[in-house]
């Protein structure tokens, strides 16, 4: 707690207006936000790269960013980091009554669904559509992970893989045809954008965050990427230097030695 105090009296002197920090006075919620989404992936990187100490610093970088919110809230009297603490203290107390309380659930299936019921109670007016609430400014693989579930819940949904497996095969044949057909840019990013909510249908099928897996795959593309560098540098050259069939040939090296 001494700890905690210390940050939110640094916070409010960086906002001082006669002696605060110049940048940080000028800040406002819309100009943090930015920084605040970079801070969040900065956290998963440090996840993905099982860097326990980076963790660290990364999540007092966010910790830090919910600090500045509340210090311009508390500033324009809406509300501070207490408020703040006591609402999330308040809203976990009551979304685990099986924790807090008498109130027992057969199986996590049973608790997941007296969890929405419960969110949807909090909500001062009921939502207009099925679809509602999911923000827009989610990354967009997420963000068409969100809308499924949304539409499952009411029944709109392939029940298997297999359907979903084969939506996928017929957007990538329609954007084959449009590429043959020599469409507009437009009409390739309609059907690519088509291509990408199936796979992120098919993610979510198999119980996969599609973010999680795609940044898996950019890991493992830098990974093997530069090991080809790496390869041809003890030659005295680079990529550029190099031809494609070479590239490929220490890319497939690569992958079989991450495969020993």
Partial sequence: MHELERLLKIMAQLRDPERGCPWDREQSYATIVPHTIEEAYEVADAIAREDWAELRDELGDLLFQVVFYAQIAHEEGRFDFSDIAQSIADKMTRRHPHVFSDVRYADVTEQNAAWEQIKASEKNQQSTGVL???PLALPALTRAVKLQKKAAKVGFD?????????????????????????AVP????????????????????????????LRGTNAKFERRFRHIENCLAETGRTPVESTLEEMDKLWERAKLEEKR
Avoid at 158 to 181: F, S
Avoid at 189 to 206: I, Y
């Fill in 132 to 134: 509602d609430g999911v």
């Fill in 158 to 182: 392939w029940g298997a893989v297999e359907p979903v497996l084969a939506k996928i095969t017929e957007e990538i044949g329609e954007i084959r045809d449009e590429i043959t057909n020599g």
């Fill in 186 to 213: 437009e009409r390739l990013a309609d059907e690519l954008g088509d291509v990408l909510f199936a796979v992120a249908n098919l993610a979510r099928h198999l119980h996969l965050d599609p973010e999680a897996a």
